[in-house]
């Protein structure tokens, strides 16, 4: 297997996200420690307030934790999430969580988490994500 279609196939096995689905978000991952995963805020997705429920930042986060994370074809496991959302955003407003791999030795690795507006640039929450990688793998190396 080329290391392309091992990539093809890994992407395909995370497109299976039902969650992600679910609320129309589209996941990419452009390298192995990776993703990006996007999608526009709907009435459905507020709160009380009026502005982007926190809890689907943090999801929108950590599906890309999750793709990024995985994107190796190990499976693998958030151990800890700290985040910090930094500013509001609403109805309407394309958001882009976008993850990346900084630091991976033995069973665990850090990524760094941003989601930023696509429109205006401006940085919605960050977070950095630990992963543990378990003994099996959903595509082999």
């Known amino acids: 297997m080329t290391s392309e279609s091992r990539l093809d196939a890994i992407r395909e096995h995370i497109s299976k996200d039902a969650f992600a689905n679910f609320l129309g978000a589209e996941v990419e991952i452009p390298a192995p420690g990776h993703s990006r995963v ?35 074809g190990q ?14 955003s609403k109805v309407g407003d394309r958001l882009v969580a976008e993850a990346r791999e900084i630091s991976a030795g033995g069973r665990t690795a850090l990524y760094e988490i941003k989601v930023y507006n696509e429109d205006t640039g401006d940085l919605i929450a960050s977070s ?11 595509v082999s190396a």
């Open 75 to 88: 499976t693998a496991v958030a151990l800890n999430v700290n985040i910090y959302f930094l500013k509001a």
């Open 128 to 138: 950095q994500d630990l992963v543990y990688r378990k003994k099996e793998w959903f």
């Open 38 to 72: 996007s999608l526009t805020v709907t009435a459905d997705m507020v709160n009380f307030h009026g502005m982007t429920h926190g809890g689907l930042i943090f999801s929108l986060g950590d599906m890309a934790f999750a793709a990024a994370g995985n994107s190796h």
